[in-house]
Structure formats: structure tokens, C-alpha cells
């Protein structure tokens, strides 16, 4: 994945990915689990990031003969989802297929999403979850309803708006959670040094 990649293939080329590599698990499910570790104020280093992918694929190791750069493509889109959603929210998105693919898959991924992000920031936060205040309370018991969501559903207007809208409040709901357990990160003038 190269930088010039446009923001609106990141969740194809995941899922490129994850079927060259017969995985077993959804790529959107991978995002979740990687944006509830960094929302829980944990990050992760290369080796462990890769270790992450290959056991969620549920594959031996990564192919790196049919897709020469995937190793380096993987750690970049680290790199950028942890950026992302540090310096600037309003461009944060969940990596879910997109409105081409008919709403019962887009629903599916979307509650595998929030199953891997409930799953990541167990993980990383752990008993830390239990003391978030009520508000926050209440957008895990949200997501742990949105992670069960079915997806047998009739696809019409009405369906399509619901399902922005519950995206949006999933979002909203991750950054908030993330605020929670992340120090905002200095500003470049924070960063100068005062002369006096």
C-alpha cells in the first residue's frame, strides 16, 4: 500500500489481502481489534503488529512471494491508522466494504468491526474499563448490542440511512473512548521552547 493510495481502498486492499491469503477472519474485524488496542492507549511494535495479522488470519505466516511488499504495506497502514486517529478525528473512518456491496455484508462487517474493536480495547484497557464514567459506559453497552446486530435485513432507503447513521455513532463512540485513555498529543507550539 503506497502513500498515494486513495482513502477509499484501504478496506479492498485489506480484503485483497486477507483472500490471497485464505484467512479465516474479516478484514474489517482486524481494524476493530487494532483500533480498540490503540483507543485502550496501547500500541504495538512492528514484530507484534504482524504476529496480530497472522493469527487473526489464521494463517502460518504472510506470503511474501505473491505479494512481494505485504509485510512493509501492512506496517505503513499501522502507521497511518495510528496516525489517523491521533491528529485528526474528523478523517477517521471504519474499514468497511463499501455502499457497492449489498447492505447485508456491509452490516456484517460493520458488527464484526465493533466485535474486534470491544475485543482490542479489553485487551489493552482491562480492568481500566470498568471505572469509565456513565456516558461511556453506556457506548460500550451501545457497541456490545451494535457487535450483534443481525444482518438479515430488507434492503430500502430507510435500512441505508439507519445503517450511516449507526457508522457515525460508532465512530463518534470509538473517539470518545479513545480520548479517554490517550493523552492528546502536543501541538507543535506546545512543543517550543519559551524564551523568557
Known amino acids: 500500500m503506497s502513500e498515494a493510495l486513495p482513502l477509499d481502498s484501504e478496506f479492498d486492499w485489506l480484503a485483497n489481502v486477507y483472500n490471497s491469503h485464505g484467512a479465516i477472519n ?11 488496542q490503540l483507543a485502550g492507549g496501547q500500541r504495538l511494535d512492528e514484530q507484534s503488529w504482524l504476529a496480530m495479522v497472522i493469527e487473526h488470519m489464521g494463517v502460518e505466516q504472510l506470503d511474501t512471494e505473491k505479494q512481494p511488499g505485504v509485510l512493509d504495506d501492512l506496517n505503513s497502514l499501522y502507521e497511518h491508522v ?15 466494504p463499501d455502499d457497492e456491496y449489498a447492505l447485508t455484508e456491509r452490516l456484517e462487517a460493520l458488527a464484526l468491526w465493533v466485535r474486534g474493536f470491544l475485543e ?16 461511556l459506559q ?3 453497552r451501545d457497541l ?3 457487535s450483534q446486530l443481525d444482518e ?39 512543543r517550543k521552547p519559551t524564551l523568557h
Not at 496516525?83 to 474499514?95: G, K, M, P, R, T
Not at 482490542?120 to 456516558?135: M, P, Q, S, T
Not at 432507503?157 to 480520548?179: D, M, Q
Open 26 to 36: 474479516h478484514p474489517s474485524e482486524l481494524h476493530g481489534l487494532l483500533l480498540g
Open 82 to 96: 495510528d496516525q489517523e486517529i491521533e491528529q485528526d478525528s474528523s478523517s477517521f473512518v471504519l474499514f468497511l
Open 144 to 146: 456490545i448490542q451494535i
Open 120 to 135: 482490542g480495547i479489553a485487551l489493552a484497557a482491562n480492568e481500566e474499563l470498568a471505572k469509565v464514567d456513565e456516558e
Open 152 to 190: 438479515r435485513v430488507s434492503a430500502n432507503e430507510s435500512a441505508e440511512r439507519e445503517f450511516f447513521e449507526i457508522c457515525e455513532y460508532v465512530r463518534i463512540g470509538v473517539l470518545n473512548l479513545y480520548a479517554e485513555f490517550n493523552e492528546p498529543a502536543e501541538s507543535e507550539e506546545q
Open 138 to 140: 453506556e457506548i460500550l
